[in-house]
Structure formats: structure tokens, C-alpha cells
């Protein structure tokens, strides 16, 4: 088994090699992830902004955001999409592939936590295809379905307005990907005790 995982980082970049190394013991830290895109079509649209925000135990750590702006600009172009919000943006700016590599060492082994957070993986998984690597590894918790368990819920979606709203965490005038994942991580955090979450 050992020597079929060799096999598969072989040709793997250096960064993929280096994030594969870091599963061999568990992380106690989560990575809040909220993503800017093109559209909802995994296969057609892409990535044009990271914000993540680290947590461990109860604490939202402020020191360790990640933020960046993927200018998209041929993507735009060709689909006659604005690109107004990559040049008013205040984050840094990388490429595509300078992002995720960077996003995928912030990440490292900790949890993914996010609201829809499968279709922020299927985005990444997406653009490490590109890259000729795997997919993710890490674990994801998503916040709508954390709490559909706590209350018991089946028949209804909740968007992050109204999740804050329930768990009383004061509006936040979105500014960016960041602000929103801040959001996130409040609600986490409250969700996380009030389900009993180490």
C-alpha cells in the first residue's frame, strides 16, 4: 500500500508531495473556507477569491487568515463576465496555480469547515486536476448541515443570513470572501459547542 502511494506522488509537485506528508497524525485545526466564483458549475466556472480563516479548540485565530484574488481575467473576457471586483480588490492577487498551492499549505491536514462546503472542494478539486494532482484529503464539516442535526431539520436549506440571524451573530456588511468566512467561523463555533465538537 505504502509503495502505491509512492507510485502516485512520483510526478506529483513538490507542494502536493509536501501536504500528503502532513496526514499521518490528526490536526486539532479547522480552515473556515469561503470562495469567490464565476458561477456554480464546478466543471465550467472557476475560483476568483480565497478567504480562510484558521480556528483551534474555541478560538477564531485573527493572526492566521489566508486571502487572495485569482485574476480570471481570460475567463471573464470570454464569457462577457465583469471584472470589476478582481480590480477593485484590495487582496492579493495570484494566478490560479500559485493560489492553491499556497491555499493547500495553509490548509495543511485541518478540517474544512465552510456553508456548501462541498461545492467549495469540488471547486479546488477542480483546479488541482489542472495541476495534475488528487484530490483533497481533509475532512469538511459544513454549517447548513450541522445545523439541520442540531435542531433535527430535513426539509429546509438556510443561507448564511439566516443561520446568523438563529445564532445571533451581528450583521456583517460582506466585503469580501474573508469577511464572510469570519461570519462562518462565528456560527461554527457555536454550532461546534452546542453539538459537543472537540
Known sequence: MIDWLKNINKNSPEFWKNYHSKFEKKSNRYVVLCTETSGLN?????????????????????????????PQYKFLHDNGL??????????????????????????????????????YVEMINQSLE?????????????????????????????????LSTIYKIPKNERISSTDEAYTIALIFLKLKSRLGLK
Open 82 to 119: 465583469s471584472n470589476d471586483f478582481l480590480l477593485e480588490s484590495e487582496q492579493p492577487k495570484l494566478s490560479e496555480s500559485q493560489a492553491i498551492e499556497k491555499f493547500i499549505d495553509y490548509l495543511g491536514n485541518a478540517t474544512l469547515v465552510g456553508h456548501r462546503i462541498n461545492f
Open 130 to 162: 489542472k495541476l495534475a494532482c488528487g484530490r483533497l484529503k481533509n475532512e469538511a464539516l459544513d454549517i447548513e448541515i450541522m445545523h439541520k442535526k442540531l435542531n433535527d431539520i430535513n426539509n429546509a436549506n438556510f443561507t448564511i443570513e439566516q
Open 42 to 70: 464546478p466543471k465550467k466556472d472557476v475560483i476568483l477569491s480565497f478567504g480562510a480563516i484558521a480556528v483551534i479548540e474555541d478560538s477564531v485565530l485573527l493572526g492566521e487568515v489566508f486571502e487572495v484574488t485569482i
